[in-house]
């Protein structure tokens, strides 16, 4: 599916967050509390501007690997990282449920808008905690379901109708229907942070955004 709408992908998230998305990115990237020479990983990093983002932050000395299981996604994270001169960030293939790293290897990982989508939230958590340095951060920033209205109406609207709708200019229609239902599966802010726990990370916080519609996670590596 990532595969099919990998053409479509940045432009209509740009066109369902009204271009919010890029400060969310920013306010996570934060979150991570990297510094020059620093190592980051973005799971599910699909087009790269999460590890675009991180990127800036690690700048000089620092690398940050985007990894994902959709290659499309990656040749347009590539294309994106040329065109930026990015330096010190690649990309690479990688099953978010088995990441093909050493253990300790990293100061951050991070996941954005993709943590939704694995087979396995706990075992990715897990892995997620395996891959990070002691001390070392995990950010997890996600769509989430706001609980009061008025905006959980709107919420409601868009997700349910008008994002299908948009979907129709993608190349599968389809995943844009899937979209509201990976939200509304997916646990609470404070069940994710429950989820965090049982992985193994401490000092667990999040920050609700844009009225209770995404969520920033972050914990420490113990």
Known sequence: MFDRVASNYDALNSLMTAGLHHRWRERAAARAELKPGDSALDVCCGTGDFAL???????????VVGCDFSEP??????EKAAAH??????FEWAD???LPYDAGRFDAVTVGFGVRNLADLD?????????????????????TQPTRPPLSIFYSV????????????????EAYSYLPESVRSFPT???????????????IRYTILAGGIISIHSGIRG
């Open 189 to 203: 802010p404070r069940r994710l942070a429950e989820k965090m726990d049982a992985a193994g990370f401490e000092g």
């Open 123 to 143: 075992r990715g958590l897990m892995e997620m905690a395996r891959v990070l340095k002691p001390g070392g951060r995990a950010v997890i920033l996600e769509i």
């Open 73 to 78: 996604m990656l040749d347009l994270a590539r």
């Open 158 to 173: 868009w997700f349910d109708r008008i994002a299908p709708l948009l979907g129709r200019f993608s190349d599968d229609p």
């Open 85 to 90: 001169g990015a330096e010190g960030v690649r």
């Open 53 to 63: 983002e991180l990127a800036e932050w690690v700048t000089p000395g620092g690398h």
């Open 96 to 98: 978010a449920l088995q």
